[in-house]
T-cell receptor, first 118, second 114 residues
Framework: AQKVTQAQTEISVVEKEDVTLDCVYETRDTTYYLFWYKQPPSGELVFLIRRNSFDEQNEISGRYSWNFQKSTSSFNFTITASQVVDSAVYFCALSEARYGGSQGNLIFGKGTKLSVKP | ETGVTQTPRHLVMGMTNKKSLKCEQHLGHNAMYWYKQSAKKPLELMFVYSLEERVENNSVPSRFSPECPNSSHLFLHLHTLQPEDSALYLC?????????????FGSGTRLTVV
């Protein structure tokens, strides 16, 4: 069965600290996709990144970086020099193969609430 | 504005009421989704529509009734709800069913059932 675990329910840091949000997933598919979404207080989920199972290269985008390790089924997200605007709930998600072979249906973790204090 | 608009933003309804949630997108997407976000639970996929046809119904109680009159609009009709149905209901759309670049989400409707 597909499953995404975000063990950290809430994290609180002080501005400029680095913070890593953990994500562990389970899947029997050999081809799958992993996502991170940000949910600010306004409610909408904002797409941050997608990663396919064949690409284990780490990715950096500004202050954000992602570490994908198939050996440990983890897809962790690090924010460097955190800012107050980073305060949000962050969701990790896994797509499962459906709909005639294409990927579909995102399975979400429970989310990690990040609070960045000034 | 995310491209997917949900109305109303907040809704309080009694258990005997009938109400509808509306979702609208003008992104040219062909697939639309309803998700339920309850406190301390993962987002749960409720319904999936592709080209106005329902392709998935994840064991959702019949007191929730979706409607997709065209590819730009999606409704969730509610009747005789229970207090445990109180949640954030999120609508999403994607270019095609299961679009791999992720879905575009609306801001949700915060529903409280009293």
């Amino acid at each position: 069965a597909q499953k995404v675990t975000q063990a950290q329910t809430e994290i609180s840091v002080v501005e400029k600290e680095d913070v890593t949000l953990d994500c562990v997933y389970e899947t029997r598919d050999t081809t799958y996709y992993l996502f991170w979404y940000k949910q600010p207080p306004s409610g909408e989920l904002v797409f941050l990144i997608r990663r396919n199972s064949f690409d284990e290269q780490n990715e950096i985008s500004g202050r954000y970086s992602w570490n994908f390790q198939k050996s440990t089924s983890s897809f962790n997200f690090t924010i460097t020099a955190s800012q107050v605007v980073d305060s949000a709930v962050y969701f990790c998600a896994l797509s499962e193969a459906r709909y005639g072979g294409s990927q579909g249906n995102l399975i979400f973790g429970k989310g990690t609430k990040l609070s960045v204090k000034p | 504005e995310t491209g997917v608009t949900q109305t109303p933003r907040h809704l309080v309804m009694g258990m005997t009421n009938k109400k509808s949630l509306k979702c609208e997108q003008h992104l040219g997407h062909n697939a639309m989704y309803w998700y339920k976000q309850s406190a301390k639970k993962p987002l749960e996929l409720m319904f999936v529509y592709s080209l106005e046809e329902r392709v998935e119904n994840n064991s959702v109680p019949s007191r929730f009734s979706p409607e997709c009159p065209n590819s730009s609009h999606l409704f969730l009709h509610l009747h005789t709800l229970q207090p445990e149905d109180s949640a954030l209901y999120l609508c999403a759309s994607s270019q095609v069913l299961g679009e791999l670049y992720g879905y575009t989400f609306g801001s949700g409707t915060r529903l409280t059932v009293v």
